[in-house]
């Protein structure tokens, strides 16, 4: 079930599989490092309220590269809130765009500690290994 949906993207919540997925809208192109901030906070908070074990990242149709600081609020701010929840494994399928790879990439990689983080090609794959 959808759980949060904005012009940039939406939630979505399988409780059964303790999975919640991210989709980015092309919208995302719209995204301002404040507003970001703002959909992450609500992000945090489903996370939260629902303690999923597994998170999906579906970054395709992502259009906005996170900078330096907003990463670092992120893994300061976010990743703690998400972790102490009960979120183990994060998977992420990559956009395209090289540089929006890199930013995901690297905000990620400060969160080495907070969870088993993968990237991939496809929705499938990165299910197939969250599941499993």
Avoid: C
């Amino acid at each position: 079930m959808i759980i949060y949906k904005s012009k940039y993207w939406h939630i979505h919540l399988d409780e059964a599989k303790q999975l919640i997925t991210t989709t980015f809208n092309p919208e995302s192109v719209d995204l301002t490092s404040e507003k970001y901030k703002e959909e992450m906070l609500i992000f945090a908070g489903l996370v939260e309220k629902f303690a999923p074990q597994r998170l999906l990242v579906n970054s395709i149709n992502m259009a906005f590269a996170i900078d330096l600081e907003t990463q670092e609020w992120t893994n300061t701010v976010i990743f703690p809130r998400t972790s102490s929840a009960g979120l183990t494994k994060v998977a992420i399928v990559l956009p395209p765009e090289i540089f929006i790879q890199l930013s995901l990439e690297q905000v990620m990689s400060d969160a080495v500690d907070s969870f088993t983080t993968r990237y991939f090609d496809s929705i499938a794959e990165a299910n197939s290994w969250l599941l499993n």
